[in-house]
């Protein structure tokens, strides 16, 4: 069964059992009400006959005196303490006989149906020195009671059933706009089932409901995978592109080997050369690849207390006297230590310092300093900078400011995407502040060990 018929069914049976039970209880308390108050009204008559008439002491009835108390199809009469009629008046002879005189010392009243009518019959207990004498019977037709039964019988089954079909049919319309969205988000599903390609829902209504978010939530998603899988796509063609660069260069050295031979003993020696370059660059390529793709989504395995001045200090000793430039090491504490996986940080650190010799000439500066929650990196150059609009792309994998330029620094563009995928193992952060012609500097933040 489908939903929409399922709440449907569901909403119309709630509201006609609601009805029928709240039609039952005021249709009883209706009739209850009205009953008592015809009761109330023939007590009062009651009450006012015995006074004056003096019915107590003579126990006789006038019935032209008495006319006005009676409506038609009614009876009063005064009964006996052994429930005999001692007198009676009365415009309805069947009436009289089919209700039976009945002795009461109590004031109380009864409904006795008769010809398909309800009859009220009412006592009223006459008194003499004290004593219960006898007891004034009142009876009448309750046909105005019929009359109202039927009207208000009539006018709750009409509303019960313009209540019910209303119902059914604002169910059917509020089913069909809330399944609306879903039925789409189904048939989008299912195009992308069968297509394979990633597709948004349209969402019509902005009413921020619950299927509203249902269908935003959805559309996040697959925006989601479709940057996912861009980026794979991306990644794999600039994995490729980059490897084919070095294969072609080989694939011709190659080729001028086979032609020439090896006599000419230049040619082959300059081939050998750069084969031995590029298949460098390669194994370094994939080796760097390789790295990225065990960070991407890791845990660090090797997680201890590493103090980031004493691994900084040993790692500018190593680059100054390596690449003979002058580094200068700027910290505001002994020791900073944070919790990570040492190899990994140095190779955070070496990528920065191997990016400021590369692009800059002159004096490098790193700075170290800690606060209370954080422990600070920062490397600073005074190099060739980064244009603007370039920085937020340095950490994407393969990007490259100057992408011929690179080529002969050696580079990969993987480097910072290296270093941030480990900061971000770390739960550290990463910032990069640059000018053009002015020199760059990278600033990461560690939260400390405890
Ligand atoms: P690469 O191996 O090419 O250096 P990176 O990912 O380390 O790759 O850097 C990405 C790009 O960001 C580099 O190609 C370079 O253009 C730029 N870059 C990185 N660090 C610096 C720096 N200190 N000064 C100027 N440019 C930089």
Redesign the pocket.
Known sequence: MKITTKVNLFITVSLLVSLLIVNTIVFFLFMKTTVNMEAHLVFKNANEMLKKYHISESLTLDKNLLNSYMPSHSFIRIVGPTSTTINQVTNDKVLVQKISPTFSTEKNFELRPFQEHQNLVVHVPIHQNHKVIGTLEISERLSGLESRKDVILSIMGTVTVVSVLLSFLAGRWLSAIIMKPIVSMISTMEDIEQIGTLKKIGIQTETKDEVYKMAATFNRMVSKLKENSDKQRQFISDASHELKTPVTVISSFITILRRHGTQDETIAKEAIEAIYLETNRMKNLTKTLLSLAELEGSEPVDIKSVDLVSLSTALVTQFMQVYDRPIILHENSHSIFIKGDELKLKQVLI?FL???I???TDVIEVFLESDQHKGILRIK?Y????PEE?QSH??ERF????KAR?RD?????????I?KNIVNLHKGEIDIQ?KEHA??E?KVTFPLTN
């Open positions: 990528i191997d990016n400021a590369k692009y800059s150059d190099g060739i900078g980064i370039e340095v950490f990007y490259r400011v100057d690179k620094s050696g580079g990969s563009g993987l480097g910072l995407a270093a640059s020199g760059t990278i």
